[in-house]
């Protein structure tokens, strides 16, 4: 099926050689045209994380609204809590940070500031041997731990793995973006979400308090996603689709430069200088405090 998509993916930009159809009457514009008709491939192989994302892009004007057009960011917004990293050990941030040029997801205003973690080698590498097993990865089935105190409002554990391909390329089989997910409360405006949980791994319900550094659940694959990592993000509501992504400022953290981050990622990173400090960005290597760097 994944290899029908692709395929599909591609054949839908012949399309673009149809667009004299709009200044001419001949028919092999309107042939080329149709090619776009690929593009319902992709749409009906992954409807849920369709409507899901679809969604996402009805509530920006929401939550602009909601905020009166000022949404929170770092100058303007205070944390009511300081959060640690939802892990043990050494990871690397591989999407998020404070500002745009960093940012997981700018546009899509739940994630703005949310960060994708996973663990690489010395070598920039996030998994050892074959790619599409998943039990290769070295953050596969580690232990996902409670950010900071609080209550958990709702945990989700009814959705598979999802395949790897080893290729950036994400299995259409997933039925919701976050996969198997938890949201704690914190405090009055503030939620963690971390997604991409590992089926049946989850140790907590709704309404169970947790305190900081608590195991809760273990890294997993679920959702729609290219491989294993842990999603996290603090956002100021519920919901995942309707709140506003809130600048997060982390507890006592140490971040040094990935080694050979750009054998895993091409893009360019700030040059940074290894220093505790409460905010982190894409191609940091970090851990909590009391954890050895």
Not at 36 to 61: G, H, K, N, R, Y
Not at 106 to 112: E, K, N
Not at 157 to 183: C, F, W
Not at 263 to 283: A, C, H, L, N, Y
Request: proline share 6%; with cysteine.
């Amino acid at each position: 099926m994944n290899r029908i998509v692709s395929i599909s993916g591609k054949l839908k930009y012949i399309g673009l050689l149809g667009l004299p159809m709009f200044f001419s009457d001949a028919p092999i514009w309107k042939y080329l045209w149709l090619f776009w008709l690929f593009a319902f491939v992709e749409i009906f192989s992954s409807f849920s994380i369709f409507v899901q994302s679809l969604q996402q892009l009805i509530a920006i004007p929401y939550i602009y609204l909601s905020h009166g057009f000022r949404l929170p960011d770092p100058n303007n917004y205070q944390p009511a809590i300081r959060y640690s990293l939802p892990f043990s050990g050494e990871w690397t941030a591989v999407n998020g940070g404070p500002d745009k040029e960093t940012s997981h997801s700018w546009s899509i205003l739940t994630q703005r500031y949310a960060y994708d973690f996973l663990i690489l080698d010395d070598n920039g590498q996030s998994c050892s041997g074959d790619k599409t097993l998943l039990p290769n990865y070295y953050c596969y089935d580690r232990e996902v731990l409670a950010p900071a105190d609080g209550v958990v409002v709702k945990a989700i554990d009814k959705y598979p793995d999802s395949r790897t391909y080893g290729n950036g390329s994400v299995d259409h089989a997933a039925k919701d973006i976050r996969g198997n997910y938890i949201v704690i409360r914190h405090a009055a405006k503030e939620y963690s979400l971390m997604a991409h949980l590992l089926p049946h791994s989850i140790k907590v319900q709704a309404g169970r308090q947790v305190k900081r550094g608590e195991p809760i659940a273990q890294c997993g694959n679920s959702g729609n996603t290219t491989e294993p990592h842990i999603h996290f993000q603090i956002q100021d509501g519920q919901s995942f689709l309707a709140s506003a992504g809130l600048p997060i400022s982390f507890e006592e953290i140490k971040t040094k430069p990935a080694e050979n981050y750009a054998k895993f990622d091409p893009r360019p990173v700030s040059e940074q200088k290894e220093r505790d400090t409460s905010t982190i960005q894409r191609g940091s290597c970090v851990g909590n405090m009391e954890s050895s760097m």
